[in-house]
């Protein structure tokens, strides 16, 4: 088992920035792909960024390709969102995810379902 622990969100106004951290305890000996997913009120949980177990390939949404940058510390079990350019659209609970995986990509990364173990989310407000 692998816990996730989110921290670092908050409220800020648009056109700021903010570093969200997620660090892992328990089973962290295996590799894990870390992933951001985001939901709003009312919406969908949606993938927001993904890197691979060594931290040498990330992806990205669309959304926010360009503003986001994740980054991982694996001698600290952290993983990072650091979130520049924000716009009142980023708001949403930010939540972190772990899957069991030592592949550079995988096209499942994006989905919700792929994911085995999630912290408890971390609000991000932007307000405009």
């Known amino acids: 088992q692998v816990q996730l622990v989110e921290s670092g969100g908050g409220l800020v106004q648009a056109g700021g920035s903010l570093r969200l951290s997620c660090t892992a305890s328990?089973?962290?000996?295996?590799?894990?792909?870390m992933a951001w997913f985001r939901q709003a009120p009312g919406k969908e949980r949606e993938f927001v960024a993904v890197?691979?177990?060594?931290?040498?390939?990330?992806y990205y949404a669309d959304s926010v390709k360009g503003r986001f940058t994740i980054s991982r510390d694996n001698t600290k079990n952290t993983v990072y969102l650091q979130m520049t350019s924000l716009k009142p659209e980023d708001t949403a609970v930010h939540y972190c995810?772990?899957?069991?995986?030592?592949?550079?990509?995988?096209?499942?990364?994006?989905?919700?379902?792929?994911?085995?173990?999630w912290g408890q989310g971390t609000q991000v407000t932007v307000s405009s």
């Open positions: 995810a772990a899957e069991d995986s030592r592949a550079a990509y995988s096209s499942s990364w994006y989905f919700p379902y792929e994911y085995d173990y």
């Open positions: 328990g089973r962290t000996d295996s590799s894990y792909a």
């Open positions: 890197i691979n177990w060594s931290g040498a390939r990330a």
